[in-house]
């Protein structure tokens, strides 16, 4: 029941406490009456007042959450995918192997000659165990380890040594510029300045300076198809 202050030029304000409703006011004037023109009835009317007070009105009660709703209400800040975790561990590509980042520690550089346990182990904590791994015999460099990661990474390793990396069509993994499987032949020249392409048996294929793989076309639209570096198991 709410509570209004209504002004009397005779007596003063007086407080009167009102139900919404088209009911008359004459029980209100009845008790405002009794409260100025009687003062003993003063306490009496405090009390109702504080009576009035702690009732909710009807706009309160429409408005009341249940406990149940207000619990299982999520708030709408909450984002429905957060993706991947900043400084998650990366692998990056280089003309002289690999460099692992992130994951809260240095950037770790698996350069050519690394031990292959120390290479498998580093890269499988990024990319998980190998999907195929075991000796190729018959390599133009003669037999290699190869192992070959979901991502579209392949590993070769030569007396137990790390040495090259094969980066196959739709890999997401890059150079440090950026330069990748996808990747235009415009965007590998802006990187690479020096890059050459010719045509070999194996089709447009590109040399950037210790970076090797092959393209669609020679035009500045052409995209890379497969990057490698090192020592790999192709045929020619």
Same mark, same amino acid.
């Given at each position: 029941?709410?509570?209004?202050?209504?002004p009397?030029?005779t007596?003063?304000?007086?407080?009167?406490?009102?139900?919404?409703?088209?009911?008359?006011?004459?029980?209100?004037l009845?008790?405002?009456?009794?409260?100025?023109?009687?003062?003993?009835?003063?306490?009496?009317?405090? +009390?109702?007042?504080?009576?009035?007070g702690?009732?909710?009105?009807?706009?309160?009660?429409?408005r009341?959450?249940?406990?149940?709703?207000?619990?299982?209400?999520?708030?709408?800040?909450?984002?429905?995918?957060?993706?991947?975790?900043?400084?998650a561990?990366?692998?990056?590509?280089? +003309?002289?192997?690999?460099?692992?980042?992130g994951?809260?520690?240095?950037?770790?550089?698996?350069?050519?000659?690394?031990?292959?346990?120390?290479?498998?182990?580093?890269?499988?904590?990024?990319?998980?165990?190998?999907?195929?791994?075991?000796? /190729?015999?018959?390599?133009?460099?003669?037999?290699?380890?190869?192992?070959?990661? +979901?991502?579209?990474?392949?590993?070769?390793? /030569?007396?137990?040594?790390?040495?090259?990396?094969? +980066? /196959?069509?739709?890999?997401?993994?890059r150079?440090?510029?950026?330069?990748?499987?996808?990747?235009?032949?415009?965007?590998?020249?802006?990187?690479?300045?020096?890059?050459k392409?010719?045509?070999?048996?194996?089709?447009?294929?590109?040399?950037?300076?210790?970076?090797?793989?092959?393209?669609?076309?020679?035009?500045?639209?052409?995209?890379?198809?497969?990057?490698?570096?090192?020592?790999?198991?192709?045929?020619?």
């Open positions: 029941m709410p509570c209004s202050r209504r009397y030029a007596y003063g304000p007086a407080f009167v406490c009102t139900r919404r409703s088209s009911r008359t006011d004459a029980a209100t009845l008790w405002t009456d009794l409260v100025m023109m009687h003062p003993r009835y003063v306490l009496l009317a405090a +009390a109702l007042l504080a009576a009035c702690s009732e909710p009105s009807g706009d309160a009660v429409g009341s959450v249940p406990d149940s709703a207000a619990a299982t209400a999520a708030p709408d800040s909450v984002p429905q995918d957060a993706g991947p975790a900043r400084g561990p990366a692998i990056t590509l280089a +003309a002289d192997g690999l460099e692992l980042s994951g809260g520690g240095a950037p770790r550089r698996l350069a050519f000659g690394a031990p292959r346990a120390r290479v498998l182990a580093d890269v499988g904590a990024v990319l998980g165990e190998p999907r195929e791994q075991g000796m /190729q015999e018959e390599c133009p460099a003669g037999p290699l380890y190869q192992a070959s990661y +979901a991502g579209g990474l392949q590993l070769s390793f /030569q007396d137990s040594a790390f040495v090259g990396w094969f +980066a /196959q069509e739709g890999s997401a993994l150079t440090a510029p950026g330069v990748g499987p996808g990747s235009t032949l415009g965007e590998l020249k802006a990187a690479y300045p020096a890059t392409v010719e045509e070999t048996s194996l089709g447009h294929e590109f040399d950037a300076g210790e970076l090797w793989g092959i393209v669609t076309d020679t035009t500045g639209a052409g995209q890379v198809q497969v990057m490698f570096a090192g020592i790999n198991c192709i045929f020619r």
